[in-house]
């Protein structure tokens, strides 16, 4: 009997942190990435996502047409250098410097 309800536990407790990791990776967040229009503006583009999607983020977003702050016309995106969530900072140093002259 303290054996089957053991296993009743530890079953509970990995559905209970599978919920809790779907729960975190659907987590919506705020994301920013260096990118090139075509033109070769440089600017910085704004998206808030779900936390999972970080990561293939610079992929979604080349060839689409996105609002910027540059122009209040859609632009293209030509190539993304990087993506990070906003409230982290850029590794390359280009990137840092477009995003301290890109306006909020």
Do not use: P, W
Request: aromatic letters at 8%.
């Amino acid at each position: 009997m303290n054996k089957l309800i053991t296993l009743v536990f530890f079953i509970m407790i990995s559905f209970l942190s599978d919920a809790e990791q779907v729960n975190k990776r659907d987590k919506k967040v705020d994301a920013k990435c260096h990118v090139e229009l075509y033109g070769g503006e440089e600017t910085i583009y704004f998206r808030t996502i779900k936390l999972g999607q970080l990561e293939k983020l610079a992929n979604k977003v080349v060839n689409r047409s996105v609002l910027t702050t540059i122009s209040s016309k859609k632009k293209k995106i030509y190539k993304v250098h990087e993506c990070v969530l906003l409230k982290n900072s850029f590794k390359a140093s280009r990137s840092k410097t477009v995003d301290l002259r890109t306006a909020r």
